[in-house]
């Protein structure tokens, strides 16, 4: 084909560009000299191909931020280089061409804005014409072995495609990575590529697969270096079982990046290299190769303590003792300590729990101290393949706010990790518990018809086996564990209790709850993310419509909060209970027959969270970086929505058939808030609007045991008829088995301060 000098001196260009321009060109200068042109607007006109968004990322000319471009006092101004416009020309066909696109034009505009402050409105005009295909696909180099290995069929290089640069060198990508890890460490790809008719539209592509020879695991050369001026504390055998590589298995390059990774994650090393030798990676006939493995070692033994003060566990203090090769063999002991509620939960209350914050005091299961105290042994490896069994023992007592307070005596888990796939951890256990479950009385009188001080006992007041099967499978493909700005997340949590495993009786569920996470980051400052929960508790088959049995209040679904739909305050999403303030009224009925109940204006003690079977929630939020301090704050605009109910329970106003999912049910709290980002996590305020009143509710009355223990629990919703009679000491006891009507309406302002709902968390939301 005959080339002009005009189509040389292009290609020239071309290549120049290729080599110095990135694939995604950077920000321009934020900084605007004195009567330059702010682009207060961009676009890219005539593309099909490709989405503005991805084209926005190759130029350096760039709006000023959405911020800035509305409210003109906040976000990053930005104002037009015209040396750097003509070079985001080049940029854009540089691009073009690499996609196949070779009779692509690129022009610009650009429009003064009668908007008083001189901006400008920069346009790229592009023409992409049509794109070059590969007409002709040419592998070389497969046989009878190499063929199965590489598999050329699934690439997304092949006859008829458009001619992608980009695409030609993700093949060769892939088909080196295949041979690397099946046996070829010295496996090479190299591909030649020509347009032969542009005006056709026409391209050929060469590949050229060259595998060398195939070979294993020769030796493995070991070099640990200890800590300066301290003995080697790691034997030979310790790190070979922690490598996983046998001398004499094939060769795979993934699995030396995997022996690294666990080498790493040991914790028992400040720096690790895993490689081939270096007379190992040149050519040859030779079968074998050798393993370079550098090792440096770190502390064996590790003390962290933490202390902090948060508002709803007053003060608190961790501390962990970590010894990394516990009696050798990189055996990991982890002991460790927990306290919250320190200042309100007894023995430790002072000043009459002032120094924690009031909304506190509405939670009757901080009454205590709770405390964690517990020791973990984990093993690097089991039976010789990469899965990490721990067994641990502890005891504890943890509360949820007003849900319900856990005191385990004694219990143990033992647990095992292993990848099912590349970066998704399993992680299996099976826990068993010896304790009991504490709960509000009032919930288990609606939830499960034991009203009386007696039955609740049978359910609160007995320690009993709790033996729960679990499994915890998660994905995580983001750009950043804390602050991410693209990617994905997925989380699955399977648990369920039966008498088979160990459990009691009475206790016998299936629990699923499901996470699933997306970040897409808009220009430089911001990134929309978008998380759906979903979660449901059965009976032992699997049946929506059947009727599920006692769960424990600690297994039960519950939304609301700063980690949750942030309209709503810790838990009380969903259907409440209420607690009267105030003392009920008694009504003579026929003969002996009473009534209790109080006034629908009556004033509330305390409110009970539900929770339920069955659970949705989505947050839909907008993070902004802040124009001052960039990478310290961030703000937040979010629009949360969720549910919780019992399916086939009309615990309050509200009945959820068995397997209907009620989206026009779900509550939407659309709110503000601020990140600030910490050496121990982000922190963040929140503030959401709830426009929806408390839901009406069944209301009850409770009092203090008396000296015999009897601590009686009425109905006391509005006109309710649930007969009572007047006992010994004039106690009056309603009769069991009717259910409390949800007629009780608690009175709430309607001003705009009154729906808003303040939160507060550490650490990523979600």
């Known amino acids: 084909m005959m080339v002009g000098g005009r189509e040389i001196a292009w290609r020239c260009v071309a290549a120049a560009l290729v080599t110095f321009v990135p694939l995604a060109a950077p920000a321009q200068s934020t900084e605007c000299e004195s009567g330059e042109r702010e682009v207060r607007a961009l676009e890219f006109r005539g593309t099909e191909a490709f989405r503005a968004s991805d084209l926005g990322l190759r130029v350096v000319t760039t709006a000023s931020d959405v911020l800035r471009r509305n409210l003109r006092i906040l976000g990053v101004r930005r104002c037009l280089d015209s040396d750097e416009l003509k070079l985001d020309v080049g940029r854009l066909r540089v691009f073009y061409r690499r996609h196949g696109y070779y009779g692509a034009t690129v022009d610009t505009s650009v429009t003064a804005l009668l908007d008083g402050y001189g901006g400008v409105r920069v ?43 980009t695409r030609i060198q993700a093949s060769i990508d892939s088909l080196k990575a295949r041979l690397r890890n099946n046996g070829y460490p010295r496996g090479d790809v190299a591909a030649s590529y020509s347009v032969f008719d542009s005006a056709g539209r026409r391209a050929s ?13 020769g030796a493995i050369l070991l070099r640990d270096a200890p800590l300066p001026g301290a003995p080697r504390r790691l034997s030979d055998a310790t790190i070979r079982r922690l490598l996983g590589i046998q001398e004499g298995a094939l060769y795979r390059e993934r699995e030396i990046i995997d022996a690294q990774r666990t080498l790493y994650q040991s914790d028992l090393f400040r720096h690790v290299e895993v490689s081939i030798a270096a007379d190992s990676a040149q050519a040859r006939i030779d079968s074998l190769v050798t393993l370079d493995v550098l090792v440096a070692e770190n502390y064996l033994r590790q003390l962290d303590t933490e202390e902090g003060w948060a508002v709803l566990d007053c003060f608190k203090g961790r501390a962990q003792f970590i010894d990394k090769s516990f009696f050798g063999e990189a055996r990991r002991l982890e002991l460790t300590s927990q306290i919250s509620k320190v200042g309100y939960g007894e023995p430790t209350r002072v000043a009459s729990g002032n120094l924690c914050a009031p909304k506190i005091r509405a939670d009757t299961f901080s009454a205590k101290l709770n405390y964690f105290v517990g020791a973990t042994m984990r093993l690097p490896t089991l039976f010789g393949l990469r899965a990490s069994p721990s067994l641990s023992l502890y005891s504890e007592r943890r509360g ?159 939304a609301g909060g700063a980690g949750s739909v942030r309209g709503f305050q810790q838990n009380e999403l969903g259907s409440l209970i209420y607690i009267s303030e105030d003392n009920p009224t008694t009504t003579h009925g026929n003969g002996d027959t009473v009534y209790v109940d109080v006034s629908p204006n009556s004033q509330v003690r305390r409110v009970v969270p539900v929770g339920g079977n069955s659970l949705i929630v989505a947050n839909f939020e907008m993070r902004v970086r802040s124009p001052f301090l960039p990478e310290l704050i961030q703000y937040t605009f979010f629009a949360d929505a969720g549910d919780v109910w019992q399916r086939g329970i009309a615990v309050g106003a509200a009945d959820h058939k068995a397997a209907a999912l009620y989206l026009n049910d779900l509550r939407w709290t659309p709110g503000i808030g601020v990140r600030v980002f910490t050496p121990v996590g982000p922190f963040q305020a929140n503030v959401g609007y709830n426009p929806y009143p408390r839901p009406a509710g069944a209301i009850y009355y409770d009092q203090a045991p008396n000296a015999q223990g009897f601590a009686p629990l009425y109905c006391v919703s509005p006109g309710n008829r649930i007969p009572a009679v007047v006992g010994k000491n004039n106690v009056v006891e309603q009769l069991p088995g009717i259910a409390c009507p949800a007629t009780f309406q608690p009175s709430q302002s309607n001003t705009f301060l009154s729906h808003l709902t303040l939160t507060f968390s550490i650490g990523p939301d979600f």
């Open 400 to 558: 949820e706010y007003q849900a319900f307070l856990r005191t385990t005596l004694v219990g143990g888990e033992a647990s095992v990790s292993h990848d099912v796939a590349d970066r998704v951890p399993l992680r299996l256990a099976y826990a068993l518990e010896y304790g009991r479950t504490e709960a509000q009385p009032a919930l288990l009188c609606a939830l499960f018809s034991r009203c009386d001080s007696e039955s609740r006992a049978l359910l609160t007041e007995r320690d009993r086996p709790l033996a729960v099967a679990s499994a915890h499978l998660e994905r995580v493909r983001t750009d950043n564990l804390v602050n991410p700005r693209s990617g994905t997340t997925m989380r699955l949590d399977l648990r369920g209790a039966g008498r088979e495993i160990g459990s009691d009786p009475d206790i016998q569920f299936v629990k699923a709850l499901s996470d699933a996470s997306v970040y897409r980051g808009l220009g430089a400052a911001v990134t929309l993310a978008l998380r759906v929960r979903l979660g449901t508790v059965l009976n032992r088959t699997l049946s929506f419509g059947d009727a599920v049995g006692y769960v424990p209040p600690e297994e039960r679904l519950y």
């Open 205 to 217: 592509v060469n590949i050229a697969v060259v595998p060398g020879s195939r070979a294993r695991i």
């Open 123 to 165: 346009a790229f005009v592009i023409h992409e014409g049509q794109p070059v295909h590969v007409d002709t696909l040419r592998i070389s180099g497969l046989d009878n072995v190499i063929a199965p290995i590489v598999d050329t069929s699934d690439l997304g290089l092949h006859r008829g495609v458009t001619f992608d640069i």
